[in-house]
Each structure stands twice: as structure tokens, then as C-alpha cells.
């Protein structure tokens, strides 16, 4: 036996070792092995709380540098109730606490960021310590430790005009006037309430105040407030959590984007080259986090260009995101929009910089949008492979959102109660809310901007409540280590064992800038391109290596480095040895200029100077107000476009349907690019919206006529404001509406497309019309229309004869006759919301569906458009199909599809929708339960807590009476496709390239834009009315993908295309104007916009 148990105990033991050493990328060294033991231990009382002090859980940061100059990485953590420390590193992972012999031991003061940074030029690195705490603590004043050279320090801030007494978070320093000195820029969070009426007031942010941010310009050694003068708001709403600096236009000068906590939007200062900044968010960003918190900038798709990626508090597991998130409704995101706090969203933000002053929102596609309550982020590559990485610090030691928790507040009753019972009763109230440790996060940069979470595979999957951290190489192997500063909990050290080759940098400047601190480094190897630029503040709170390393992979050769120093000197290194670190002087660079390139030279399309007076008005209605359970509107479909010589005189002319309570019109061509309007017929129809529109002689007089649609979802089935209409032409620029096109329709519908071929071969263009949704029942099933013409402009109802009882169709959006099997007769192409491409074979007596055959019964998904064209001139149609994109928060696959119930729930008579989604195994409803109360008020008393809803799968949801004849629609796919014809028997199904991808597609138009012999396609789209818990899709600036011989498209930047149109497109037109090939790009509640081809 006693054999038995030593055998055991041999065998556990050798289990545990091969555990700690498991083959992960990092590895969690004890504190035994690294003698590092800082804990930021955090104890509330009745006195210090999260209630007298708003930031008590904010926790501490990690600031990394060689203060000693031995070339190794030291460590300097800051604690809030506890002593800062600074660790000195001896070597193999071992270090050494000299904080006391250091003197820079702060018992007693709280302290938030630290900013390692060579302050007085002389070689050795300093640290400024930033902090807060609650108002009438100790020493108040942020710090500034001389480094002395010997390893001791002295505090210098007053001396240097550093020693301010406001709410610190963090400091920046950098070059902002290039004058050759770091000057800083200061993050406060103010100490005002956030529950007393600020983001109900507008302009807040112009007032000056105290405790506001702050840009100090470095004049002779000594910080003086410039804010002011520089353009910085310096307001008491600048809730700020992170700064991060950078040259976001590559213009040689660094700007600066802030991270602002609670309701106040974040800052992206450009700096305008004269000392001063420009606030300019709103016209580079089009949608930002609500609760913003770290940030950081780095290129992430080796194009040369940084991203920006900011984190929030979005639950990435459904449990606590039903029950620890808190969503604005849409009454209070309109109103907030009003009041200047611009379009802020629930969730992580990663900004793709398009390199043309703008950014798309990209965070959903990537699958970075939610990492739980996320500090900061640090943006690196872990694996040294090329690409960098993301690491997010997670956890909050007390979920401070949780629901039931916040409605048990809400109760007056109950706390006026406890505080008379209870000694403690502030310390009691705190013991109640919950406490979860989370994992941190590390997202894998597999290329091509494609992230996998591989924090396990990395090591990072412990569970702590972390705050600040930083990177640095501790054992110079060529790999980045980690530090993580934690509450409650030891910080972690995490080494780094990666195999992959690299090549790091240092700098030696002439300049008071000793480290080269804004220096940029583009790496050249093999075709690629690497890029960095030195600013060591950065993630939350913290301060990294000022060494820039860079992954090569399996790169055995570097070509050659490009060093533009920060007065934009130029260094070259041909063939530099990789896996080396290369410190350099700037004795050896050379001045250059930085040129502005021509903005017109060598774009396929330009702006035209032509234009057309026209500004979409969209009508103020609300969807969510009369169905709560939608996730988008149906009611911001139009204009739309129609382009057609009406008057015969040879030049184009064009229609564009207008909004309810706005008038359609005709723009009539009348050489020289001038356009005269008409708008005589379509006065009577202004309360229609018009959503799609449809030209051709219809009643055989040789002259085109016009028809229009009739939708949106605001008019009942009941309104005859959604009556089709037939206009006729009548020649000599005139119009008159029929009065009897569509009499043998005796239901009202909301129409979503209309689309003419010669069904029952007569000679005559007959119709099929398309319906989108019931009004007010959005998911229930609508009729859609076969109507065939009688050759003078009458329709009849032949419906129920070529499409049976319409089975296969649910919410459509477009339809086209088009030719797919070359047989010289189109099929009819059919897509929608929920349902499949559908293809019917058309002949003279029944629509024959042939979706199955072709391949295509398994792509439901949410379409808006179908757009035809022969790709590879075989004589086979292709398809290009727009859909939903895969830039939101939904998720949808053949075995885990979207789902969406839909039933009278409640039985008053209009139905309701659930909307689920998959979350592992299990389909969850994906609505706020706030919603389902005002929906289906009786579910109320089912789930009166959160706590009994963060669980409940969609199937469980409701009892089985409910259940009763519920319709189950799915979803599963959301990607735009191309469609590849197979000679007609067939379709292979692709998916379009990222960039199709960012945004819903409701237009696309092909043509050879560049002359090159093979057909290239334009798209656009976007959607901004979808609610604030899901988010808009707003990421598409309209894209042109020039297509290759091998009948793929790839995606050209608007630098090259000139393609770059902000807002909801809704329709494109290719139009001559002028002899010129235009396009016009129709936008919801928007002017257009002509792009032409020289």
C-alpha cells in the first residue's frame, strides 16, 4: 500500500508539472519564481466606497521601462489603498522590491496611471504617477520621480508644472508642436455625479473647468496649460478612461484620440500643425462605444495606417448580458443624439482606418465587440507571426450593473428600511451586489483582419478581476511578456515562449525627445509591409517597452526598415539582421518633405460638378413605438431610382419616389448637365412612400411609362396610401395617373418591388409585385402578386395561377427577370427577409420553383437586393446578392441559424416577434426583457427578475398554449454572395470579399469602371435605424471591386476608386450626363451624390 500512494504521488506530481508547463504560448510564472507579490488589495468600508468615490474599482496600472539603463525591463505598479512598487529585474524572471530605497513608497495615496517617460532629457528614464481617489485625500497632487541614476528618485512635479490636484487617470506625453520636446496631454475624470440630469443638458462640454483634461506644452522644462488655445475641451463631462496618441493621417504630426467613460462622446483631436487641435470625431467616426474605457492605436491589416480599437462592457456570454448590460431605448438614443452626445453603442470599437480620413466600425465582424466590463486593451504581436494581436484586461470586482441589483436601489422603501436596521448599512448594501471573476481576453490576428479567441491556447485564460497592464521583453528573447495589475488578487507575469523570428528597435535622438518617442517604423520583408509607431502610454493606464518589436514568422530575410524620426528625418536599413535588437542613432538620417498627394490624380471615378437638386426628406416615424420586439425599421427603404429618356429628346432623365409628405419627381436632362424638374402627377400621391419604381411602355403608345411602389410599414392593410400606381406617359413631358391599372387588386399591400417580363407571351411587359411585411405584424405571412397586362395599361390578378399558395416566399425585398439558363427566357429571382434565393422557371401558365436544383434552398437569410450580370461572357447569368452583411451582433449557420418566433402571443389580434440566437447549444431570445414587458405585459409576473430570464432558452420561454401555431423562421446565412453560374443547371455559391461584408447591401450596379476589359461591381448600403442593444450597421462607405480573370472581385481603397459615399444608400444609377458616365448614389434623408468617369 505504502508503494501504492508513492507511485500515486509520482504520478500527480508529474501530472502537475506537465500541467504548468503546458504547451501554451504564455506561461503564468508564480510569484515564489518572480518574487513579484503586488496585490491592489481593495477593502470597502462604510466611509470608502464605490458609492463616496465612483472610480473605487477602477484599479491600478503597470508602467515598464530600464530605469537602471542594465537592459533589462523593470516593472512599476500602482496601487490604490496600497504602496505603488517598483520591481527592479534581475535577470531570468526574478526581481527584486526596491520601492522603499527608491523612495517611492505612497502609503495611504491612490494612485491610477503611470507614464514612464524621459522627462528632463538625460538618458534615464522618470515616472509620473497620476492621482485621484476621493476628494480631501492625501496627497492629491500627481507625482513626477526624477530618476536620479542610482536607482533612487526624487518628486519633482511642481517644479516642472506637473503637480496638478484634479482626478487623474493617465498622462500622455508626446511631440505635439514637433519642436523637439515631449510636451503632455492630461486625462481627468471629473468628480461630478452622473446620475443628477448632465446628459440632459446640451453644450456641457464647451464650459471650462478645473477639472477638466488638459494639453501642457513643454516651454524650457516647464508644463504650461495650453488648452485652451489648442482647441482641448477641458469640460467637467470629460469622464476620460483612456488617451492614446498617434498620427492617424500619417500627415507627420500626432493627434489624439480620448476615451470618455459614461454619456459624453470620445475625442479625436487632428492636430492641425500650428499648435492648436481640431475636435473632429463626427466627421471621421461614424459610430463610437457608449461606455468607453482603454484604448489603443496599431496598424492591424499591415497596410500602414492605424486602427483604433477602444473597449466597453459588453458581456460576451448571454447570462450576463441580459442581466448585467444596460441599453439605452431608442426614446433615449434620439434624444441624446439631439443633445450632442453623437451615436454611442454598447460595445467594443474597432475603427478600420480607410486611409481617406474615415473609419468603419468593424468590431462585430471581427468578434471583438464584447469582452465583458474590459479596461483596456494593448495591441501587440503575442506570437510574433507578423500580425498583431489584441489583449483586453477584464473584470470588475463588484458587478455594479447588475439588474435585479439596480432595481432593488430603485426601491425607497426598502433601503430607507435597511438603513435604519442595518450599523452598516452602505457596506451592507455593497455585500449584496454580485462578484464574478472573468477571464481576459487574446485575440489571435490570423490575417486579413480574421481574429480567433485564443486566450486559452495562449494562457490567458485565468479568471481575476484585472485593470492595467503592459508589455515588455523581461528576458530579451525577442518576445513580448506580460504583466497584469489585479484587484483583490496577485499580479500576474506572464512569459512569453514564443519560436518565431523577429527584429526590434530602439532609438537614440538628438533632440530632448531622447527616446524617439511619435518615431514611425515601416518594416519591408517579401512584399509585406510592417508598421509601428513609438508612443509607450497606451492601453489603460499604463506604459509599455519603448522597444518596437516586430514578428517575421518564418521570415528569414528583412529587405529593408524605414525610420521617420518625429521632425520626420529619415533613417534606411538595408538587409538588418533579424533576431537582433538594433538601437538607432539619428545621427545617420536625412530630412525629407511630406508631400500631399493630388486627391483627383489617377481615381476611376470624381465627384462630378454636376448636380441635382434633390435632398431625400425621410417622414418621423417609429417603428419600435407600436411593435417593441423589431430590431431594425422597415420604414427607411427609399428613394428610389429610375433612369429613362422619357421625352425622347436623346438625353437621360430621371425619377426619384420621395418619402411620405414628399413630393416624387421627374428631372428631366436638358443638355449642358442642366435638369428641369416635374412633379405635377405625383402631387396627389404625397402621402405614399415610395420604395420602388418600375419604366416601360405599358399600354403600347411607344412612349415609357412610369409605375411606383407603394410600402413602408407605417399605413395598415386597410390604407390605400399603399396602392401601387401607374403613371402614363403622354408625351410632351407630361404625365397623368392611371386610374384603373391595379383595380382587380382588392387587398392593400405594402409593396417592396416590382419587376416586368412578358409572362404570358403576348407581347406585353406583365408584372410581378412584391410584398415586404404587414404592417404592425412584421413576420406573419404577406401576398405577393402575379399580374398580367392586357396590353393597354390594365392588370389582372392571375396570381393564385402561376404561384399557388406562395409557400416559399416570406418578407420579399427585390425581384428581377433575368435569363440564367441562356435559353432566351428570363427566370423570376426573388429574395426577401427568412427565406431562401428563390428561382421560379416561368412559362406561360405556372412559375415552376427550381431553388432546390439549383443549389440554393439552404441560404435564408435577410436579402434586400439581386443584381444580374454575365461575369466570364459565357452567356450565363450570374447573381450578385445583397444581404445583411456579417458586421452586427448576430450569428448564422446551417446548424445554428437565426431564429425569430412569431405568433398573436398574447392574443390581441397582432402578432409578436421573439427573436433568438444561438449561444453555445442552446437558442436564446436575444430581446430585452424591458421589451417583452411592454410587448407581452403578462410576462411580467413570469419573469419578474433578470435573474429568472438570463437562462431561459427561447424553446422555454413561453408555455405551450402560446406556442400553439407559431411560425418558426430562420436565418443562416447573413453574408452577401456572388452566385456562380454553372451553365445553368447549377449555382456555386461564394461569398463576397470583407468589404462587401461591413454593412446591409441595398444597391449594385456593375459596369467595366476601369476599362480593363473585365466587369467590376459597385455596391452600397447601410442601416441606422436598427435599436441601440444591436447596433447599426453604418461601416459601408459605398465599394468598388474590380473584377480579374478569374471571375472573382477584389477591393480597391477610395484613394484609388474615388468611390466614398456616407450615409443609407438606398439606390445607384448609371446615367449619362452631359456625355459624361455618371452615377448617382440616392441616400435615405439625404442629398444625392454624382460620382462620373472621365
Given at each position: 500500500?505504502?508503494?501504492?500512494?508513492?507511485?500515486?504521488?509520482?504520478?500527480?506530481?508529474?501530472?502537475?508539472?506537465?500541467?504548468?508547463?503546458?504547451?501554451?504560448?504564455?506561461?503564468?510564472?508564480?510569484?515564489?519564481?518572480?518574487?513579484?507579490?503586488?496585490?491592489?488589495?481593495?477593502?470597502?468600508?462604510?466611509?470608502?466606497?464605490?458609492?463616496?468615490?465612483?472610480?473605487?474599482?477602477?484599479?491600478?496600472?503597470?508602467?515598464?521601462?530600464?530605469?537602471?539603463?542594465?537592459?533589462?525591463?523593470?516593472?512599476?505598479?500602482?496601487?490604490?489603498?496600497?504602496?505603488?512598487?517598483?520591481?527592479?529585474?534581475?535577470?531570468?524572471?526574478?526581481?527584486?522590491?526596491?520601492?522603499?530605497?527608491?523612495?517611492?513608497?505612497?502609503?495611504?495615496?491612490?494612485?491610477?496611471?503611470?507614464?514612464?517617460?524621459?522627462?528632463?532629457?538625460?538618458?534615464?528614464?522618470?515616472?509620473?504617477?497620476?492621482?485621484?481617489?476621493?476628494?480631501?485625500?492625501?496627497?492629491?497632487?500627481?507625482?513626477?520621480?526624477?530618476?536620479?541614476?542610482?536607482?533612487?528618485?526624487?518628486?519633482?512635479?511642481?517644479?516642472?508644472?506637473?503637480?496638478?490636484?484634479?482626478?487623474?487617470?493617465?498622462?500622455?506625453?508626446?511631440?505635439?508642436?514637433?519642436?523637439?520636446?515631449?510636451?503632455?496631454?492630461?486625462?481627468?475624470?471629473?468628480?461630478?455625479?452622473?446620475?443628477?440630469?448632465?446628459?440632459?443638458?446640451?453644450?456641457?462640454?464647451?464650459?471650462?473647468?478645473?477639472?477638466?483634461?488638459?494639453?501642457?506644452?513643454?516651454?524650457?522644462?516647464?508644463?504650461?496649460?495650453?488648452?485652451?488655445?489648442?482647441?482641448?475641451?477641458?469640460?467637467?463631462?470629460?469622464?476620460?478612461?483612456?488617451?492614446?496618441?498617434?498620427?492617424?493621417?500619417?500627415?507627420?504630426?500626432?493627434?489624439?484620440?480620448?476615451?470618455?467613460?459614461?454619456?459624453?462622446?470620445?475625442?479625436?483631436?487632428?492636430?492641425?500643425?500650428?499648435?492648436?487641435?481640431?475636435?473632429?470625431?463626427?466627421?471621421?467616426?461614424?459610430?463610437?462605444?457608449?461606455?468607453?474605457?482603454?484604448?489603443?492605436?496599431?496598424?492591424?491589416?499591415?497596410?500602414?495606417?492605424?486602427?483604433?480599437?477602444?473597449?466597453?462592457?459588453?458581456?460576451?456570454?448571454?447570462?450576463?448580458?441580459?442581466?448585467?448590460?444596460?441599453?439605452?431605448?431608442?426614446?433615449?438614443?434620439?434624444?441624446?443624439?439631439?443633445?450632442?452626445?453623437?451615436?454611442?453603442?454598447?460595445?467594443?470599437?474597432?475603427?478600420?482606418?480607410?486611409?481617406?480620413?474615415?473609419?468603419?466600425?468593424?468590431?462585430?465582424?471581427?468578434?471583438?465587440?464584447?469582452?465583458?466590463?474590459?479596461?483596456?486593451?494593448?495591441?501587440?504581436?503575442?506570437?510574433?507571426?507578423?500580425?498583431?494581436?489584441?489583449?483586453?484586461?477584464?473584470?470588475?470586482?463588484?458587478?455594479?450593473?447588475?439588474?435585479?441589483?439596480?432595481?432593488?436601489?430603485?426601491?425607497?422603501?426598502?433601503?430607507?428600511?435597511?438603513?435604519?436596521?442595518?450599523?452598516?448599512?452602505?457596506?451592507?448594501?455593497?455585500?449584496?451586489?454580485?462578484?464574478?471573476?472573468?477571464?481576459?481576453?487574446?485575440?489571435?490576428?490570423?490575417?486579413?483582419?480574421?481574429?480567433?479567441?485564443?486566450?486559452?491556447?495562449?494562457?490567458?485564460?485565468?479568471?481575476?478581476?484585472?485593470?492595467?497592464?503592459?508589455?515588455?521583453?523581461?528576458?530579451?528573447?525577442?518576445?513580448?511578456?506580460?504583466?497584469?495589475?489585479?484587484?483583490?488578487?496577485?499580479?500576474?507575469?506572464?512569459?512569453?515562449?514564443?519560436?518565431?523570428?523577429?527584429?526590434?528597435?530602439?532609438?537614440?535622438?538628438?533632440?530632448?525627445?531622447?527616446?524617439?518617442?511619435?518615431?514611425?517604423?515601416?518594416?519591408?520583408?517579401?512584399?509585406?509591409?510592417?508598421?509601428?509607431?513609438?508612443?509607450?502610454?497606451?492601453?489603460?493606464?499604463?506604459?509599455?517597452?519603448?522597444?518596437?518589436?516586430?514578428?517575421?514568422?518564418?521570415?528569414?530575410?528583412?529587405?529593408?526598415?524605414?525610420?521617420?524620426?518625429?521632425?520626420?528625418?529619415?533613417?534606411?536599413?538595408?538587409?538588418?539582421?533579424?533576431?537582433?535588437?538594433?538601437?538607432?542613432?539619428?545621427?545617420?538620417?536625412?530630412?525629407?518633405?511630406?508631400?500631399?498627394?493630388?486627391?483627383?490624380?489617377?481615381?476611376?471615378?470624381?465627384?462630378?460638378?454636376?448636380?441635382?437638386?434633390?435632398?431625400?426628406?425621410?417622414?418621423?416615424?417609429?417603428?419600435?413605438?407600436?411593435?417593441?420586439?423589431?430590431?431594425?425599421?422597415?420604414?427607411?427603404?427609399?428613394?428610389?431610382?429610375?433612369?429613362?429618356?422619357?421625352?425622347?429628346?436623346?438625353?437621360?432623365?430621371?425619377?426619384?419616389?420621395?418619402?411620405?409628405?414628399?413630393?416624387?419627381?421627374?428631372?428631366?436632362?436638358?443638355?449642358?448637365?442642366?435638369?428641369?424638374?416635374?412633379?405635377?402627377?405625383?402631387?396627389?400621391?404625397?402621402?405614399?412612400?415610395?420604395?420602388?419604381?418600375?419604366?416601360?411602355?405599358?399600354?403600347?403608345?411607344?412612349?415609357?411609362?412610369?409605375?411606383?411602389?407603394?410600402?413602408?410599414?407605417?399605413?395598415?392593410?386597410?390604407?390605400?396610401?399603399?396602392?401601387?400606381?401607374?403613371?402614363?406617359?403622354?408625351?410632351?413631358?407630361?404625365?397623368?395617373?392611371?386610374?384603373?391599372?391595379?383595380?382587380?387588386?382588392?387587398?392593400?399591400?405594402?409593396?417592396?418591388?416590382?419587376?416586368?417580363?412578358?409572362?404570358?407571351?403576348?407581347?406585353?411587359?406583365?408584372?410581378?409585385?412584391?410584398?415586404?411585411?404587414?404592417?404592425?405584424?412584421?413576420?406573419?405571412?404577406?401576398?405577393?402578386?402575379?399580374?398580367?397586362?392586357?396590353?393597354?395599361?390594365?392588370?389582372?390578378?392571375?396570381?393564385?395561377?402561376?404561384?399557388?399558395?406562395?409557400?416559399?416566399?416570406?418578407?420579399?425585398?427585390?425581384?428581377?427577370?433575368?435569363?440564367?439558363?441562356?435559353?432566351?427566357?428570363?427566370?423570376?429571382?426573388?429574395?426577401?427577409?427568412?427565406?431562401?434565393?428563390?428561382?421560379?422557371?416561368?412559362?406561360?401558365?405556372?412559375?415552376?420553383?427550381?431553388?432546390?436544383?439549383?443549389?440554393?434552398?439552404?441560404?435564408?437569410?435577410?436579402?434586400?437586393?439581386?443584381?444580374?450580370?454575365?461575369?466570364?461572357?459565357?452567356?450565363?447569368?450570374?447573381?450578385?446578392?445583397?444581404?445583411?452583411?456579417?458586421?452586427?451582433?448576430?450569428?448564422?449557420?446551417?446548424?445554428?441559424?437565426?431564429?425569430?418566433?412569431?405568433?398573436?402571443?398574447?392574443?390581441?389580434?397582432?402578432?409578436?416577434?421573439?427573436?433568438?440566437?444561438?449561444?453555445?447549444?442552446?437558442?436564446?431570445?436575444?430581446?430585452?426583457?424591458?421589451?417583452?414587458?411592454?410587448?407581452?405585459?403578462?410576462?411580467?409576473?413570469?419573469?419578474?427578475?433578470?435573474?429568472?430570464?438570463?437562462?431561459?432558452?427561447?424553446?422555454?420561454?413561453?408555455?405551450?398554449?402560446?406556442?400553439?401555431?407559431?411560425?418558426?423562421?430562420?436565418?443562416?446565412?447573413?453574408?452577401?454572395?456572388?452566385?456562380?453560374?454553372?451553365?445553368?443547371?447549377?449555382?456555386?455559391?461564394?461569398?463576397?470579399?470583407?468589404?462587401?461584408?461591413?454593412?446591409?447591401?441595398?444597391?449594385?450596379?456593375?459596369?467595366?469602371?476601369?476599362?480593363?476589359?473585365?466587369?467590376?461591381?459597385?455596391?452600397?448600403?447601410?442601416?441606422?435605424?436598427?435599436?441601440?442593444?444591436?447596433?447599426?450597421?453604418?461601416?459601408?462607405?459605398?465599394?468598388?471591386?474590380?473584377?480579374?480573370?478569374?471571375?472573382?472581385?477584389?477591393?480597391?481603397?477610395?484613394?484609388?476608386?474615388?468611390?466614398?459615399?456616407?450615409?443609407?444608400?438606398?439606390?445607384?444609377?448609371?446615367?449619362?450626363?452631359?456625355?459624361?458616365?455618371s452615377y448617382i448614389f440616392a441616400l435615405n434623408n439625404s442629398k444625392l451624390k454624382i460620382l462620373e468617369r472621365e
Open positions: 500500500m505504502r508503494k501504492f500512494f508513492i507511485y500515486l504521488f509520482l504520478v500527480l506530481g508529474y501530472i502537475s508539472c506537465n500541467n504548468e508547463n503546458k504547451s501554451t504560448l504564455f506561461h503564468n510564472l508564480s510569484n515564489s519564481k518572480t518574487n513579484i507579490d503586488f496585490n491592489n488589495t481593495l477593502k470597502y468600508t462604510e466611509e470608502l466606497n464605490p458609492y463616496t468615490y465612483r472610480n473605487f474599482y477602477n484599479g491600478g496600472g503597470v508602467g515598464v521601462g530600464d530605469f537602471n539603463n542594465d537592459s533589462l525591463q523593470d516593472i512599476f505598479f500602482t496601487g490604490n489603498l496600497v504602496s505603488n512598487k517598483l520591481y527592479l529585474n534581475k535577470g531570468g524572471f526574478k526581481f527584486e522590491d526596491i520601492t522603499d530605497g527608491a523612495g517611492l513608497n505612497s502609503d495611504g495615496i491612490w494612485s491610477t496611471g503611470v507614464s514612464v517617460v524621459d522627462i528632463n532629457h538625460d538618458g534615464y528614464l522618470d515616472i509620473y504617477v497620476c492621482k485621484s481617489g476621493p476628494p480631501g485625500g492625501l496627497r492629491r497632487n500627481n507625482e513626477l520621480f526624477i530618476n536620479n541614476g542610482d536607482l533612487t528618485f526624487t518628486e519633482r512635479s511642481k517644479e516642472f508644472g506637473l503637480d496638478n490636484e484634479g482626478l487623474s487617470t493617465h498622462a500622455a506625453f508626446f511631440d505635439f508642436d514637433n519642436d523637439g520636446d515631449l510636451d503632455c496631454y492630461l486625462l481627468n475624470n471629473t468628480i461630478k455625479s452622473i446620475g443628477i440630469g448632465f446628459d440632459r443638458v446640451k453644450d456641457l462640454r464647451n464650459i471650462d473647468s478645473d477639472e477638466g483634461n488638459k494639453l501642457l506644452r513643454n516651454d524650457n522644462g516647464f508644463f504650461v496649460d495650453v488648452s485652451d488655445e489648442a482647441g482641448i475641451f477641458t469640460s467637467e463631462i470629460g469622464f476620460g478612461l483612456g488617451v492614446t496618441v498617434g498620427d492617424i493621417n500619417l500627415d507627420g504630426w500626432s493627434d489624439l484620440f480620448i476615451s470618455n467613460d459614461f454619456f459624453e462622446k470620445d475625442y479625436l483631436y487632428i492636430n492641425n500643425q500650428d499648435g492648436t487641435f481640431s475636435e473632429s470625431l463626427e466627421n471621421y467616426l461614424n459610430e463610437i462605444s457608449m461606455g468607453s474605457m482603454g484604448a489603443d492605436m496599431a496598424d492591424l491589416n499591415n497596410d500602414g495606417f492605424s486602427e483604433i480599437f477602444v473597449t466597453e462592457m459588453l458581456p460576451d456570454r448571454h447570462d450576463r448580458r441580459v442581466s448585467k448590460a444596460v441599453f439605452d431605448s431608442w426614446d433615449k438614443y434620439q434624444f441624446s443624439l439631439g443633445q450632442g452626445y453623437y451615436h454611442q453603442f454598447n460595445r467594443n470599437a474597432l475603427q478600420l482606418n480607410n486611409q481617406n480620413n474615415s473609419f468603419s466600425e468593424i468590431s462585430r465582424i471581427t468578434g471583438l465587440d464584447a469582452t465583458d466590463w474590459s479596461w483596456g486593451a494593448l495591441i501587440f504581436d503575442m506570437n510574433n507571426d507578423g500580425n498583431k494581436d489584441i489583449f483586453v484586461a477584464n473584470g470588475i470586482y463588484k458587478d455594479l450593473l447588475d439588474q435585479d441589483y439596480v432595481n432593488f436601489l430603485a426601491n425607497p422603501s426598502i433601503i430607507s428600511n435597511m438603513i435604519k436596521s442595518e450599523r452598516e448599512p452602505v457596506k451592507k448594501l455593497i455585500d449584496m451586489i454580485p462578484s464574478e471573476p472573468l477571464s481576459n481576453f487574446a485575440f489571435e490576428n490570423l490575417g486579413s483582419l480574421k481574429f480567433n479567441n485564443s486566450t486559452k491556447d495562449f494562457g490567458l485564460d485565468n479568471k481575476t478581476f484585472s485593470n492595467g497592464s503592459a508589455y515588455g521583453d523581461f528576458d530579451n528573447d525577442g518576445d513580448l511578456d506580460l504583466v497584469i495589475n489585479n484587484v483583490n488578487m496577485i499580479a500576474n507575469i506572464y512569459e512569453n515562449k514564443s519560436t518565431n523570428n523577429w527584429i526590434s528597435f530602439s532609438f537614440n535622438s538628438n533632440s530632448k525627445n531622447k527616446f524617439g518617442i511619435g518615431n514611425k517604423v515601416f518594416v519591408y520583408h517579401g512584399g509585406e509591409l510592417q508598421y509601428q509607431e513609438l508612443s509607450p502610454m497606451r492601453g489603460f493606464q499604463s506604459s509599455v517597452d519603448y522597444r518596437l518589436y516586430f514578428g517575421l514568422g518564418n521570415i528569414k530575410e528583412v529587405d529593408s526598415v524605414k525610420i521617420i524620426w518625429s521632425d520626420n528625418k529619415v533613417t534606411i536599413l538595408k538587409s538588418p539582421k533579424i533576431n537582433h535588437h538594433t538601437t538607432v542613432n539619428e545621427n545617420s538620417s536625412e530630412k525629407i518633405v511630406l508631400e500631399d498627394s493630388d486627391d483627383k490624380e489617377n481615381k476611376i471615378l470624381n465627384i462630378s460638378d454636376n448636380t441635382i437638386d434633390y435632398t431625400h426628406v425621410e417622414n418621423n416615424f417609429v417603428d419600435f413605438d407600436r411593435e417593441r420586439l423589431l430590431f431594425k425599421m422597415h420604414s427607411r427603404e427609399g428613394p428610389c431610382l429610375c433612369k429613362a429618356d422619357f421625352n425622347n429628346d436623346g438625353l437621360d432623365d430621371l425619377f426619384i419616389g420621395s418619402a411620405k409628405d414628399q413630393i416624387s419627381v421627374i428631372y428631366y436632362q436638358t443638355g449642358g448637365g442642366n435638369f428641369v424638374s416635374y412633379s405635377k402627377p405625383f402631387e396627389i400621391d404625397i402621402l405614399s412612400e415610395d420604395v420602388d419604381c418600375l419604366v416601360d411602355d405599358f399600354n403600347g403608345d411607344g412612349l415609357l411609362d412610369l409605375i411606383v411602389a407603394s410600402g413602408g410599414s407605417e399605413y395598415s392593410n386597410f390604407s390605400p396610401e399603399l396602392r401601387d400606381r401607374l403613371y402614363l406617359n403622354k408625351g410632351y413631358m407630361n404625365f397623368e395617373k392611371s386610374k384603373n391599372a391595379f383595380s382587380s387588386i382588392l387587398t392593400f399591400e405594402s409593396t417592396s418591388t416590382i419587376s416586368s417580363d412578358d409572362i404570358d407571351n403576348d407581347g406585353h411587359n406583365d408584372l410581378f409585385i412584391g410584398t415586404r411585411l404587414n404592417p404592425g405584424s412584421y413576420g406573419t405571412k404577406t401576398k405577393n402578386f402575379v399580374l398580367i397586362n392586357d396590353g393597354f395599361g390594365v392588370f389582372q390578378d392571375f396570381t393564385y395561377q402561376y404561384l399557388g399558395n406562395q409557400e416559399s416566399l416570406e418578407m420579399v425585398t427585390d425581384s428581377k427577370f433575368t435569363d440564367i439558363d441562356n435559353d432566351g427566357k428570363n427566370e423570376l429571382i426573388v429574395v426577401g427577409e427568412w427565406m431562401p434565393i428563390t428561382v421560379y422557371k416561368v412559362n406561360s401558365r405556372k412559375f415552376i420553383n427550381i431553388t432546390e436544383s439549383l443549389g440554393l434552398s439552404d441560404t435564408n437569410g435577410l436579402y434586400n437586393k439581386i443584381h444580374s450580370l454575365d461575369i466570364n461572357a459565357d452567356g450565363y447569368n450570374e447573381l450578385i446578392i445583397g444581404n445583411y452583411g456579417l458586421n452586427s451582433m448576430f450569428e448564422a449557420s446551417a446548424d445554428k441559424p437565426l431564429t425569430m418566433y412569431v405568433n398573436d402571443f398574447d392574443r390581441n389580434g397582432r402578432s409578436e416577434q421573439i427573436l433568438g440566437m444561438y449561444y453555445g447549444d442552446k437558442l436564446y431570445p436575444i430581446v430585452q426583457l424591458k421589451d417583452l414587458w411592454m410587448q407581452l405585459p403578462y410576462l411580467k409576473k413570469k419573469y419578474l427578475k433578470f435573474d429568472s430570464y438570463k437562462n431561459k432558452d427561447l424553446n422555454s420561454l413561453l408555455d405551450e398554449s402560446a406556442m400553439e401555431n407559431t411560425r418558426i423562421l430562420e436565418v443562416n446565412n447573413l453574408a452577401s454572395l456572388q452566385l456562380n453560374n454553372l451553365n445553368g443547371v447549377k449555382f456555386e455559391i461564394d461569398t463576397l470579399p470583407f468589404m462587401a461584408q461591413l454593412s446591409p447591401v441595398y444597391s449594385i450596379i456593375s459596369d467595366d469602371f476601369n476599362k480593363d476589359g473585365f466587369i467590376d461591381i459597385l455596391l452600397g448600403g447601410n442601416l441606422s435605424e436598427i435599436k441601440p442593444e444591436f447596433g447599426p450597421s453604418k461601416a459601408s462607405y459605398s465599394s468598388l471591386f474590380l473584377g480579374n480573370k478569374y471571375n472573382k472581385f477584389q477591393y480597391i481603397n477610395s484613394d484609388e476608386s474615388g468611390v466614398f459615399v456616407d450615409g443609407d444608400l438606398r439606390d445607384i444609377s448609371k446615367i449619362k450626363i452631359n456625355k459624361k458616365e
